[in-house]
Each structure stands twice: as structure tokens, then as C-alpha cells.
């Protein structure tokens, strides 16, 4: 009987005692702070478990097979021999550490204003785009048109040898030198052979007395665009003909020798126009690249430079889209 009554009285209790626990968790859960603590360990274990899986990009470094392979192709090249382990180990270090310096110095803007990193950058843009930009091949009509275009170009200009008297504008009177240079041509043309001494027979010159192998160009370089540079590729070859002015004074002139322009043939030059018509085609496409480029931008000047050129008077080049 007593026992019974103790079983009883046991059981009662732990009835009780699971009414007022089950009682107290409702009560804990519907708690704002246990709400908050438990959504708190929800986020925080999500995040744990995103941030395994999750790199950023800017912070990523992957080391590729073509890069290992340029490593190893130059290291050979300098060394005649394949790179031990510990070689390509040192080789992989220097990649990171290099590529890690490099986006930091660029996080901390140390690329920008910068000429040479800009220069740099800006011919690895003219590569890429240079193998992008494909031109098709010119056709034989486009080719001939251009070497007819072009003839200039493709001639080989005439070449004189000659040697000069001087007369000295500085020192005579411009009807003196003249009548003087008259006379000696008149004496010089009377011989069969040059003289030794034919320069002689003018004043000093602070250049050569001869030249050999000179274009038209050349002649003008050296003598300035005058009536000597114009008039001497059309002089008759073996005697003296004069006298012609300079830049620097007057000249009597016996031409030695005289080699005529020659346009070379098409075939010879064809696949230099080929090249040369890629080029221009490549140059053109890029041209409509960069213009349809330019209209993602907006293209102003500051205050000051504004003020600046205004002051000398200088119109700035206006940028439309």
C-alpha cells in the first residue's frame, strides 16, 4: 500500500515538473533576446560555411600553365638546362610575391598619372588590338592600284657625281662673280680633261669640291632648295654649265656621271604592297575602333587650362560624340 502511494506521488511530481519546464521553454522562446541569439548563430554559421567556399577575385591569384611554361622556357634558354624543383619553387615564390606587389601598388592608385606605366599599357592595348583588328587580304586590283598611286615610292631616284667652282657672294659683287664664272666656264670648257686645279679657279669652299651619288633630295640638303639644287639633274653630263646660286653663294658645275630613275617592276614589290595595304586597312579599322570607343565618353577641360588658352589665344579642339 505504501509503495502504490509512493509511485503515485512520483509520478505526480515529474508531471508537475515536465508541465512547468515545457511552461518556462515557451515562455524562453518567444524572448526577443533568444530570437535574436538564435537568428545571430543561424547567420553566423551560414557565413562560416559561404566564406569556406567563397574567394574574392581580387584577391585570387592563379597561376597558369602557359606562365610556368615561359618560366621555364627562359630559364632554359639561359642556362642550357631544365630547372631543378627547387628552381621552379623559387620561380612560383617570385610570381606571387611579384603579382601581390603589383595589385597592392595598384589598390593604392600608384598606376595612375604615372607616364611610363601609361606608355606600357598603352602598348599592350596597340598589340592586342593589332592581332584583333584582322584585315583581309588586298586583292591583285587593290595592289596594282596602290603601286599606281604610288610610283614615287617605288622609284629608285637618279644619282649624279659632280664636281663645283665657288664664287663667293660675300666677297664680289653679284655681276663680278657672275662675269667671272662666265669666263672660266668659257676657258675650262676648252679642254678636254678637268684640271687638277679646276677649283682653283674660284674661291674657297667650306664643303667638298666633289660629290658623288647624290639624289635630288641630297643636293638640296646640302645646298639648300636653290637654282642649283633645281636646275643640276637637268645639266648636260661632261662639261661646265653655270653658274647657278646656292644658299651658299655661286657655282659653276661639271657633271661627271648621271644615273636616271627606274621604277621598279610590279611582281618585284608586290608583297611589300601586300604588307604595306594590311597595314593601312589595320590602321583604318582601329581608327573606326577608337571613334566608336570615344562616344562612351564625355570630353571636357578644366577651368584653368580653359583660362590658359584663351590667354594665348589658342581655340581648343572640340570633342563631339
Known sequence: MLNISHNLLEQNLKAKTKNIFTITTVKIVKEPLFQFIVIGAIVFAFYSFIKGSYVDENYAIQITKSEVEAMIDKWMAQMKRPPAREEIDIFL???????????????????????????????????????????????????????????????????????????????????????????????LNNFSMVPNNYFENGDLFILPYEFFNLSKDDVSNKFGQSELSEEIFSLEEKKWSGPFVSSYGMHLVYISNKKSSTTLQFEDVKSDIEDELIKIKRREAKKRLISELKKKYVITYTDDLKAFADSLNLPLKEFTN
Open 93 to 187: 615564390e617570385d610570381y606571387v610575391q611579384r603579382e601581390i606587389l603589383f595589385r597592392e601598388a595598384k589598390a593604392m592608385g600608384l598606376d595612375k598619372n604615372d607616364m611610363v606605366v601609361k606608355n606600357r599599357m598603352l602598348q599592350k592595348i596597340d598589340f592586342l588590338t593589332n592581332d584583333l583588328l584582322v584585315a583581309a587580304n588586298p586583292t591583285d586590283a587593290e595592289a596594282l592600284k596602290y603601286f599606281n598611286d604610288s610610283l614615287e615610292k617605288y622609284t629608285i631616284p637618279g644619282k649624279i657625281d659632280f664636281i663645283h667652282i665657288f664664287f663667293n657672294l660675300d666677297k664680289r659683287t653679284f655681276d663680278d662673280a657672275k662675269q667671272s664664272a662666265l669666263k672660266v666656264k668659257k676657258s
